[in-house]
C-alpha cells in the first residue's frame, strides 16, 4: 500500500482540509451514537425479534410493513388487497402482515421500481395477481429476467389511476431519478405517499445517495414528493415511515450535501488548486493526483456538512441517524454529480493556454 494513497496532497495556498484514511475504518466508538428516538419501540420488542416484521395501519386500510431495515405496504380494499413491493428480507413476512389484518387475497401489487431488493419476492403472491408498474419497469424485467420479479401485467407511461374495491391509488411517472422507472404512488383519501428509495426519513440514508443512478433527477424528485399533500410517507428504508416533518429534515441535509460539493468543486477548480495538488503528486503519477483532488474534494465537502450549524441550531449528527459514516460517500457522489449532470461554467477559449499538465 503506497502511503499517496493515505492523505491528500494538497496546495500550499490552499487551506487545510479535513482528511480521512481511504483504507481503515474508524472504530465504532468514533462515531456519534445516532440520536435515540430515530429507533422506534417495536424495533426492541420481543415480538418484533421473534417475528422479524412490524405492520402498522397509517390511515384507512392502508398499512405500512417493514422488516427494519426495508419498508413495504399494502392497502385492505372491499375487492381484495392491493400490495406496494416485496422486499425479500420481508419475503413470506409480507403475507404473513397481509394475514394478521385481513382475510382478503392479494389481487394487485405494484412495483415501484425494478431494484430486486425492493421487488424480489413478488413471486410470493403467485401467478394470478394483477401486477403494475412503469413501463421502463417491465422493460427492464424482461431484458433481465428473474423468476422472483415477475413481469407486469399491466403498465403506464405518465399516470394511472388505480381504483379496487372503493381505494384509488394515484401513480405517476416523473422521468428518471434513483433509477429508471421509479414511480410516485399516492393515496389521497389516506394521504398517503410512497415513494422508494428518494430519502430515508431520520437518517442520512445509504452511502451514494442510495446507490442512485441519476443524482439530479434524485434531487428533482425531492422537491416533487413535497408537492404532494401527505401525512405519511412510505420510503423504502429505514425502520421508520416519514411525516412532512421528517421529510423536510432530510432534504434539508442533502440540501446542505449539495452546498459543501458545489463549494468544493468552485474551490477545488481553480486553477492554482488543481495544479498544486496535481504537482504534489508528480507529472509522472497524474492518477495518483487526480485521486487526490476527488478526494480532496470529497473531504471538503464532507467537512462542510458535518461542521454545519443547521436550521434548529444542531449538527447534522444529532438530528440524523448515520451521518458521521455516510456524508463523505454522499457528498463524492454529489460532487461527481455536479461535474457531470450540471451546467459547467468557463470552457476554453479560443488560443486559450492549456494547463500545463496537458501539454
Ligand atoms: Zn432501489
Ligand atoms: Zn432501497
Redesign the pocket.
Known amino acids: 500500500m503506497c502511503d499517496n494513497h493515505q492523505k491528500p496532497i494538497t496546495a500550499t495556498d490552499t487551506p487545510a482540509f479535513f482528511a480521512i484514511d481511504n483504507y481503515g475504518f474508524p472504530e465504532a466508538g468514533e462515531h456519534p451514537a445516532d440520536p435515540p428516538n430515530y429507533y422506534p419501540p417495536y424495533f426492541t420488542s420481543e415480538r418484533f425479534k421473534k417475528l422479524g416484521y412490524h405492520v402498522e395501519e397509517l390511515r384507512g386500510g392502508f398499512y405500512w410493513v417493514t422488516s427494519g431495515g426495508y419498508d413495504a405496504a399494502f392497502v385492505v380494499t372491499e375487492d381484495g388487497v392491493i400490495a406496494i413491493d416485496a422486499p425479500p428480507t420481508l419475503g413470506e413476512n409480507m403475507l404473513a402482515a397481509i394475514e394478521d389484518v385481513t382475510d382478503k387475497p392479494v389481487t394487485h401489487v405494484i412495483y415501484s421500481?425494478w431494484?430486486s431488493?425492493?421487488i424480489g419476492a413478488a413471486s410470493v403472491f403467485g401467478p394470478g395477481v394483477q401486477i403494475v408498474a412503469h413501463a421502463i419497469t417491465k422493460e427492464l424485467l424482461e431484458r433481465f429476467p428473474d423468476p422472483n420479479r415477475p413481469v407486469p401485467t399491466l403498465t403506464f407511461d405518465t399516470d394511472y389511476t388505480l381504483t379496487v374495491g372503493g381505494v384509488t391509488l394515484e401513480l405517476s411517472y416523473k422521468g428518471e431519478n434513483?433509477?429508471p422507472g421509479n414511480i410516485f404512488i399516492y393515496a389521497p383519501a389516506q394521504k398517503v405517499l410512497t415513494v422508494?428509495?428518494i430519502i430515508s426519513p431520520g437518517s442520512a440514508t445509504f452511502m451514494h445517495c442510495d446507490a442512485s443512478q441519476n443524482i439530479t433527477g434524485w434531487y428533482q424528485a425531492q422537491e416533487q414528493l413535497l408537492k404532494f399533500d401527505f401525512d405519511f410517507l412510505v420510503a423504502g428504508h429505514h425502520m421508520r415511515y416519514g411525516t412532512p416533518e421528517t421529510v423536510k429534515a432530510s432534504i434539508e441535509y442533502f440540501a446542505d450535501v449539495l452546498d459543501g460539493a458545489q463549494a468544493a468543486v468552485d474551490r477545488f477548480s481553480r486553477s492554482d488548486a488543481l495544479i498544486g495538488i496535481l504537482d504534489g503528486a508528480g507529472w509522472d503519477k497524474v492518477f495518483v493526483g487526480t485521486e487526490n483532488w476527488i478526494n480532496s474534494m470529497a473531504n471538503y465537502a464532507t467537512r462542510y456538512v458535518l461542521e454545519k450549524r443547521t436550521s434548529n441550531g444542531q449538527l447534522w449528527s444529532e438530528r440524523l441517524a448515520g451521518v458521521t459514516t455516510q456524508t463523505k460517500y454522499h457528498a463524492y457522489t454529489v460532487l461527481e454529480s455536479i461535474r457531470l449532470e450540471r451546467p459547467r461554467p468557463n470552457y476554453r477559449l479560443r488560443g486559450e493556454n492549456p494547463p500545463p499538465f496537458l501539454t
Do not use: T
Request: charged letters at 25%.
Open positions: 421500481h431494484h431488493d425492493h434513483h433509477c422508494i428509495d
